[in-house]
Each structure stands twice: as C-alpha cells, then as structure tokens.
C-alpha cells in the first residue's frame, strides 16, 4: 500500500508528493548519490516512504509495547527516551516497574534508527545533533488535547521548551501497530505556505520594535538569550496555524496512510502535517544544522530571514 492514499499533487508546486524508498539496502551499494538524492528530497519538503521498516524490533520488545496502557493521555501524549541521559520521561507512578524495560527497548531503536539513518541519510551522518526517541502508546482519534497541542490540526513543528536555532527537525517514524495504518494529513510546504502564514499574523512586525532589538542585541552579545528569533517566529507561526479554523477547514489537503510496520521520514518543520488516527508508534528526531543541508536556501530559517532582512538565529 502506497502512503498516499488521496490523488499526489506532485504537479502542484509546494505540495509534499511521496518518495518510496528501498529499506532492505545493502550498505555497500548504498552510494552517495543515492543518498544525496534522498537528503534533496526531505529538503524540498517530500516525504520519504519506506514500506517495510529497516528497523529490527524483536517480538518480545513488540508484545511490551502493544500491551502498554497509558492513563493521562491529556498530559502526556508521548514516551520520551532521551538518548544522551538515557533516560525515560513521560511515565505516570503506576508504570515505575515497567520504566526500565521500557528504556531498553527505546534505546535500541533509537540506536538502531540512528545506524540506519547513517548510511541512507549519508551527507548529514555525524553532523546532525542527537535528540529524543518516543513512543506514541495512545490512539490519536479523538484524543483529547489542549488547543496548540492537538496533532489533529495542520501545523509545522516547532518545539516550545527544546529551541532548535535554526536547526531543521528531522524525524523518523515506525508504525508497529499489527492491524492498523497511521493516518495522517499533509498540505502545503514551508517554502509555499509559510511565508504568507507569517505575514497573515503580522508575525515580522513584533520584530522590528525597538526595545526588543536591542534586547535581542544585548542578549546575543552575552550569551543569554536561549531562544532565538528563528524559535520564537516558528512557534507563533505553529499556534496561529491551529488558531485558524477556516484555514483548517478549507486549505488543500493530501490524505496519507502508513501501514503496519512501515518507516516513513520528514521533515515537520517544512511539511504541515496532521495525524487524524493510530496507534503505537515509534519515532526518532534529529537535529539537522544548516551547514549540513544540500539546499540551505531552501530551509525555513533562509527562508525567514530572507523574508525579515535579518539574522534570527543566536
């Protein structure tokens, strides 16, 4: 089954089209130019599909997962494994016991993930910063969320409490729901849709306020400021875009479904996304800099400033 389910618009310029991509690759014939292709293609904001994952997840690790029960889905849409502390986040008191089993299984997809991505994703191998692995354990239709942290809503990625700098949010995905496909949405890319998004909000004019460019400046000079522009300006653009009903209502849209045990990639922050329905996922993020990227020009970052006149990251 192809991850698209509703006609491709990849006639249509700033639509995300699939890319079906062989998973079972031999390392050795894997080539640059293959790779390169693949990097070229997440940039442009195209969603790389691999119909069988290439990740191994053992039956027992499987059998865990899928007879996880998570009991404040409100609060806590996600299991986060942080990879540099290997740690678990997100876990309720009731579910201490099973925290370490968890961890396990968490690292070694987040390791195995990572190995893989090395060789299919080869120009941003050792340049990308390491970020947090999850699993998604909750059934998305009709999860109840507050408004700016619904994942039924359009929106491109942009994380409040981890400011990624102009850095571009890479994520991996594995469906290991046994029965189920993973539903998702996609409309327009970052590089058609966001700019007018942006200027809709009037979001560029909060920058050209005296005192705030200052401040900026002075917090630049010294090292302060943990966010910078670049952050602030892509989560406003994430909040309005699900504060806008009629734009939810009425913008194209591409319907994509991803099968059991199937990987898929993006990048979230170029490619508006929704996931209407599914559950028990995997996912991987990495954090890709802009020195990494084969077309920089084309990231949300050059786009901004090219848009603004000026430098929005610190």
Known sequence: MNAATAPERAASPGFSRTVIAESRLAREKWTYTQASQICRNLEAGHVVFLPTTPIEIPAANRELLLGWKQSSSLYHKNIAYRPLEDRVTGLQKGEARQAENLRRILREYSQRSVEFLKTFLLPYAGKWKLEFASFRPIEERGRTARLHARNDLL??????????????????????????????????????????????????????????????SLARALHLRSRSPYDDL???????????????E????????????????????????????????????????????????????????????????V
């Open 155 to 216: 929106h491109f990625d942009s994380f409040p409490t981890r400011p990624t700098n102009g850095a571009r949010i890479l994520r991996f995905f594995t469906n290991i729901n046994p029965t189920q496909n993973r539903v998702w949405l996609t409309s327009q890319t970052f590089e058609a849709f966001g700019p007018l998004m942006v200027k809709r909000a009037g979001l560029p004019s909060s920058l050209d306020h005296p005192l705030l460019r200052g401040i900026n």
């Open 234 to 248: 892509m989560l406003r653009c994430h909040n309005v875009m699900k504060e806008d009903a009629n734009f939810q």
């Open 250 to 313: 009425t913008t194209p849209k591409t319907r994509r479904e991803f099968p059991p045990n199937s990987s898929w990639m993006l990048f979230t922050d170029c490619v508006s996304h929704a996931v209407l329905s599914g559950q028990y996922a995997l996912e991987q993020t990495l954090l890709v800099p802009q020195a990494a990227l084969l077309d920089p020009q084309r990231s949300p970052l050059a786009i901004l400033e090219s848009l603004t006149g000026r430098q929005l990251t």
